[in-house]
């Protein structure tokens, strides 16, 4: 996927390894990511290492980090 430069403004989107920076690239989905975004974040990445970084982040919005929380809970 070719990440949107507004969803990754502090970085090079073309630069972002979807391993290596994982846990960057989905906090910035879960926080700002659109459908389609999100829907890649999944196939992309297991529910395990999704909720893992949820419950690590410290960069996510609280409500967004509750919202996550609750809808991983069911996964």
Do not use: C, H
């Not at 090079?12 to 974040?41: S, T």
């Amino acid at each position: 996927m070719k990440f949107r430069q507004s969803l990754f403004w502090d970085a090079n989107p073309e630069k972002l390894d979807p391993e290596r920076n994982a846990q960057y690239i989905i906090e910035r989905i879960l926080d700002f990511g659109r459908d389609d975004e999100v829907r890649w974040l999944k196939q992309q990445y297991d529910s395990a290492r999704i909720k893992k970084a949820v419950e690590k982040s410290r960069s996510l919005r609280p409500d967004t980090k509750k919202l996550w929380t609750l809808i991983l809970q069911k996964t």
